[in-house]
C-alpha cells in the first residue's frame, strides 16, 4: 500500500523568497511522483512529475523537484515566488498498472506581497 | 486544448434525496476516474474504468454510490440516498491508459448535503 505525508499544511512566503513544500511517500513497489495545483474552485493541473531518469524534474513555470529514493521524498521548491503562485499544491503517488494516484493531505502556499 | 467537462458545478441537495454527476473524459482516454476530495483533504479514488470496464471500487460506498461507463466514453455517478457527510467535491479524471499517463482533472462538482 502507498501513502504520501505532505509535512506542511499552510507556508506563507513573501513574494520573491525561495520555498520548498515538503512531501515523503512510502510504497512497497516502484513509485511514480506528482505535484498538482489546485485552484480555488477549480479542478487539479499537473505541475510535474517523475516516472524514470534524472532525479531533477522542473515545470515549465520554475518549479523543480528531486525524487530522493533513499530518504523516500519528492520536495518541490522554486526559487522565487510570485503572487499568482498562491494555490494549494498536492502531492500524489502512483505505481499500480491501472495508475490510481494516492495523493497527499495538500499544502497551501500563500505569496505575500 | 482539450478538456475534462464536468456538470453541474454545483449541487445542493436534502439528505436523502438521490444526485447524480456527469463527466466527458479527453477523447480517446481509455481510462476515467472519479474522486471525492472532503474540504482540507486531497482527492481521495472512489472508482476506476478502464474503458467501460471497472477495475478498481475499493473505496466506492456501494450501498448508496454507483458509476457507471457504459459506452466507455462519459460517466455517471449517482448518489442514492445523500448523506451530511458526503457533501465534498467530486473531481473526474481521465488519461490516455492508465499506469504513469497523466490525469487531466476537470473542474469538479462541488455538493452540499442539507
Known amino acids: 500500500a502507498q501513502s504520501v505525508t505532505q509535512l506542511d499544511s499552510q507556508v506563507p512566503v513573501f513574494e520573491e523568497a525561495p520555498v520548498e513544500l515538503r512531501c515523503n511517500y512510502s510504497?512497497?513497489?516502484?513509485?511514480?511522483l506528482f505535484w498538482y495545483v489546485q485552484y480555488p474552485n477549480q479542478g487539479l493541473q499537473l505541475l510535474l512529475k517523475y516516472l524514470s531518469g534524472s532525479t531533477l524534474v522542473e515545470s515549465i513555470n520554475g518549479f523543480e523537484a528531486e525524487f530522493n529514493k533513499s530518504q523516500t521524498s519528492f520536495h518541490l521548491r522554486k526559487p522565487s515566488v510570485h503572487i499568482s503562485d498562491t494555490a494549494e499544491y498536492f502531492c500524489a503517488a502512483g505505481g499500480t498498472s491501472y495508475g490510481k494516484l494516492t495523493f497527499g493531505q495538500g499544502t497551501i502556499l500563500t505569496v505575500h506581497p | 486544448e482539450a478538456e475534462v467537462a464536468q456538470s453541474p458545478r454545483y449541487k445542493i441537495t436534502e439528505k436523502s434525496q438521490a444526485v447524480a454527476f456527469w463527466c466527458d473524459p479527453i477523447?480517446?482516454?481509455?481510462?476515467l476516474y472519479w474522486y471525492r476530495q472532503i474540504l482540507g483533504q486531497g482527492p481521495e479514488l472512489l472508482v476506476q474504468?478502464?474503458?467501460?470496464?471497472?477495475?478498481?471500487d475499493s473505496q466506492l460506498p456501494k450501498d448508496r454510490f454507483s458509476a457507471e461507463r457504459l459506452k466507455g466514453v462519459d460517466s455517471t455517478l449517482k448518489i442514492q440516498p445523500a448523506e451530511l457527510g458526503d457533501s465534498a467535491m467530486y473531481l473526474c479524471?481521465?488519461?490516455?491508459?492508465?499506469?504513469?499517463?497523466?490525469?487531466?482533472f476537470g473542474p469538479g462538482t462541488r455538493l452540499t448535503v442539507l
Open positions: 479524471a481521465s488519461s490516455l491508459t492508465g499506469a504513469a499517463d497523466t490525469q487531466y
Open positions: 474504468f478502464q474503458d467501460e470496464s471497472v477495475v478498481d
Open positions: 477523447s480517446g482516454h481509455a481510462t
Open positions: 510504497s512497497s513497489v516502484s513509485v511514480y
